[in-house]
């Protein structure tokens, strides 16, 4: 392989002449065409047994000269770019072919784009605003009565009419110029009251009624109700209640606490416990709020031109993750869009500006990490290591084998470079 030249054709772009000499392309030649003459039929020979230049008479000349440049595209390119001293970015290649010949070999040209070059400044020191952490009374109060409804126990009720809230046990049925109607049917039917499942003014003419209680409910469509013949037309439904239920809330007491808690025992035991979770999610809010707001800081001092490519590439991690996680949840990439209606370029378009940020935020904090001279050392790596096994549940040896060294200790650098913006942070 020879460099024949480098040139910047623009900024992070980079054109690279490449030559291979004539007996290194004439032996792949020969290589691709031994692996693919047994698949060759030639009239007046047997298959498999056509010489070369039988074939290529008969084919062209260069018939077998894709396959070939292709078998020497990976390595010679390679070569080029540690020989040019370039850090490219992975991407689909845009290859030109100057020449090809057995006997003087072949030249190509391909463009690439690099790892930009960035500046940034100004990342000491900055100023952000959040919420300050105020656990209040009432934020306690409204934990507490949550927790209290998720304890609720549902009983049945038969000494009273229904109320909103209840959920009821109905057959109904219903008619339009007195007749039934597709759909207006069904038996057994649980319906919350109040929850808005069925068409306005249903559920409220449900109130007041008793278990057992045969009665009509007159009600109106909505104008724009999805089923045409039924839309903004006046109706009849006939009921049937067989069962109230309504959900009864434990009340605040020692005994309550000891049900949903295993530290506290009393009701002021247990509003210190709420008051400190509390406190924490808060405080873990708001780090995380820190952090974003520290980010997008830091991205609005970045200076210089980034490639696409590094957005596109980006953008495809985030995919494959996407579709990953739902294959998790049993769910493929393609019945997912063709529930949602979405397409992979919709969802692409949708990745896009979390991956600008994501792509920009990275160039910062290595630059920085460079700046401030920032080191990452082995027992730094390790800990890195043993936290993607347990959070993965799997051994360490397997992470090793799947995550490189190298990319690790510039994750640990990138993490270095935040807590090195976030010590130096003006917090208000």
């Given amino acids: 392989m020879e460099l024949k030249s480098v040139n910047k054709i623009e900024t992070n772009k980079t054109e690279l002449e490449i030559a291979i000499d004539g007996e290194t392309f004439k032996k792949t030649v020969n290589k691709v065409y031994k692996r693919q003459v047994g698949k060759i039929n030639i009239p007046g020979f047997r298959k498999g047994k056509a010489p070369k230049s039988v074939i290529e008479k008969m084919y062209g000349k260069k018939f077998f000269y894709e396959d070939a440049m292709k078998e020497l595209y990976p390595d010679a390119f390679d070569e080029a770019v540690k020989q040019a001293g370039l850090n490219v970015i992975p991407e689909i290649l845009d290859i030109e072919v100057v020449s090809a010949s057995e006997t003087d070999g072949f030249v190509f040209k391909v463009k690439v784009s690099t790892y930009p070059e960035i500046n940034i400044d100004g990342y000491i020191g900055l100023e952000i605003e959040v919420p300050a952490v105020e656990v209040t009374d009432e934020k306690i109060d409204e934990r507490i009565e949550l927790k209290r409804k998720q304890m609720a126990i549902t009983e049945s009720v038969t000494d009273r009419p229904v109320e909103n809230g209840d959920t009821v046990t109905i057959d109904f049925e219903g008619f339009m110029d007195g007749k039934a109607f597709e759909g207006g049917k069904g038996e057994m039917y649980k319906l919350n009251i109040g929850s808005g499942n069925f068409i306005p003014g249903f559920e409220e003419k449900l109130i007041g009624h008793n278990v057992d209680e ?126 949602t209606g979405a397409n992979e370029e919709m969802i692409r378009e949708q990745l896009a500006p979390l991956a600008e940020k994501q792509v920009k935020l990275r160039l910062a904090l290595e630059k920085i990490a460079e700046i401030e001279k920032l080191e990452a050392s082995e027992e730094d790596v390790e800990k890195e290591y043993e936290k993607l096994a347990e959070q993965y549940s799997l051994e360490l040896d397997k992470v090793k084998e799947l995550v490189s060294k190298d990319d690790l200790f510039k994750d640990v650098l990138v993490s270095k470079a935040m807590d090195t913006i976030k010590a130096t942070a003006v917090i208000k």
């Fill in 214 to 339: 045969e009665f009509d409910i007159d009600v109106t469509f909505p104008e724009e109700y999805q089923v045409d013949e039924l839309a903004g037309k006046p109706a009849v439904f006939k009921i049937k209640i067989h069962d109230i239920e309504t959900k009864v809330i434990p009340e605040l007491d020692d005994e309550f606490v000891k049900d949903v808690s295993v530290d506290s025992e009393t009701v002021e035991d247990y509003r210190k416990e709420v008051a400190k979770d509390l406190e924490e999610e808060l405080n873990d809010r708001r780090d995380k709020e820190i952090e974003d707001k520290l980010a997008n800081a830091v991205i609005e001092k970045v200076e210089g031109e980034i490639p696409q490519a590094m957005y596109e590439n980006r953008i495809t991690d985030m995919y494959r993750q996407q579709a990953m996680d739902f294959r998790s949840q049993g769910l493929s990439m393609e019945d997912y869009m063709m529930y």
